[in-house]
């Protein structure tokens, strides 16, 4: 059985590392340079790195600069969320080196461009879908953006390789994963899932890891690592196979 992969995640809001609580603008506990943190996580072990534009999902302007940095000095595997809507900001999102990107709201709003840059940029491109009970949320959770199930259907017929499945309610709580929509996302595709939000303890990772045989690929971890309710070297550990 393959291992679950671990996602440490870097939020950046003007210019800062944060973690907000369900995603809510102005909740934000700050955690300093963005730059230290994704450095930290790689000396820690990680192989991937979730780095997240907050300010481009809000709409609230962009960290573009910080982003390019931060992904420019890793060594490990970058996956880029937020904001990424259209031509340019793809643009702009893939030349930073990264090897895949989120789209969130464009898979939303957009579903023809969607189609179109799964079709070109294959596994690159994996889609967030955000939840709230099974409605999707979009421009930075704030807006209701239709069914879950209705919008997985769509997008795995147009071939969408990855999903990065957040529950809301959960995500920045440290309450725990939801692993009952992770179960139900798993037994209605075939691509694999990234599990994202409310992750609180090795426990829960142990949990998400056993969901590895049914479509469960990788855990981001926010919160947890900042709040020091683990060090990621005993998440890779909890994790190992
Ligand atoms: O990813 C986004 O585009 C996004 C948009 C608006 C608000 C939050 C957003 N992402 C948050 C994350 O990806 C978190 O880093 C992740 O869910 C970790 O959650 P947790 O472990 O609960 O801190």
Redesign the pocket.
């Known amino acids: 059985m393959p291992k679950l992969e671990l996602l440490p ?1 870097v ?1 950046v809001r003007d210019g800062q590392a944060v ?2 609580v369900h ?1 809510e603008s102005g909740s934000e506990t700050s955690y300093g340079s963005p730059l230290d943190a994704a450095l930290a996580w790689q000396s820690a072990g990680a192989e991937w790195l ?1 780095l ?1 534009d ?1 300010d481009a ?2 709409g609230t302007g962009d960290n573009r600069d910080v982003i390019s940095e931060v992904t420019g000095a890793m060594d490990i595997k970058v996956e880029l ?3 990424i809507r259209d031509d340019a900001s793809l643009e702009a999102a893939l030349a930073t080196g990264c090897r895949r990107v ?1 789209l ?1 709201t464009a898979a939303l709003e957009s579903p023809e461009w969607v189609a179109k840059v799964i079709a070109e940029h294959g596994d690159r491109i994996a889609v ?1 879908l ?1 939840v709230r009970g099974t409605t999707l949320r979009g421009r ?2 704030t807006r209701d953006g239709g069914d879950l199930y209705e919008t997985l259907a769509r997008l795995d017929a147009e071939g969408c390789a990855r999903y ?1 499945v ?1 529950d809301i309610a ?5 309450e725990g994963p939801n692993l009952g929509l992770l179960r139900d996302v798993c037994a209605v595709t075939d691509r694999p899932v990234v599990a ?4 609180s303890s090795l426990d829960d990772l142990r949990a998400i890891s056993l969901l590895v045989p049914e479509g469960v690929e990788g855990a ?5 690592l ?1 709040a020091k309710a683990f060090t990621l070297e005993e998440a890779l550990k909890a994790v190992a196979v």
């Open positions: 995640a939020d973690r907000l995603g979730h997240v907050l999902a809000f969320s937020g904001g989120n969130g967030g955000d930075g959770w990065v957040t959960k995500d920045g709580t440290l994202s939000g409310g992750v981001i971890v926010g919160k947890a900042y």
